[in-house]
Nanobody, 118 residues
Framework: QVQLVESGGGLVQAGGSLRLSCVAS????????TSWYRQAPGKERELVAA????????NYADSVKGRFTISKDNVKNTVYLQMNRLKPEDTAVYYC???????????WGQGTQVTVSS
């Protein structure tokens, strides 16, 4: 059974930093693309950052470019989201996701709350 478990969320002042972690069991991140999404109250879930499988290429939403960094540790089977210079508008529940339409899977974690105070 596949499980993705996020951690690292919390309350931080604007300008601060947090690092989110997503640990997988029953699944190997190194082979597949993984993404971080977020959903703020009353808003749709949006893609924040993604990292591909073997090559580790990354993509970011314009709103977080230059502030957030996605990375992975294949030994620990963990994907990270380093968030710097946080803003109140970054407040949301952050979700880890790995999905493939071709291979027919779509795995989500339970989410971790990030709250940035002004």
């Amino acid at each position: 059974q596949v499980q993705l478990v996020e951690s690292g969320g919390g309350l931080v002042q604007a300008g601060g930093s947090l690092r989110l972690s997503c640990v997988a069991s029953g699944f190997t991140f190194s082979n597949y693309a993984t993404s971080w999404y977020r959903q703020a109250p009353g808003k749709e879930r949006e893609l924040v950052a993604a990292i591909t499988g073997p090559s580790g290429n990354t993509n970011y939403a314009d709103s977080v470019k230059g502030r957030f960094t996605i990375s992975k540790d294949n030994v620990k089977n963990t994907v990270y989201l380093q968030m710097n210079r946080l803003k109140p508008e970054d407040t949301a529940v952050y979700y880890c996701n790995s999905a493939s339409m071709i291979l027919g899977y779509d795995y989500w974690g339970q989410g971790t709350q990030v709250t940035v105070s002004s």
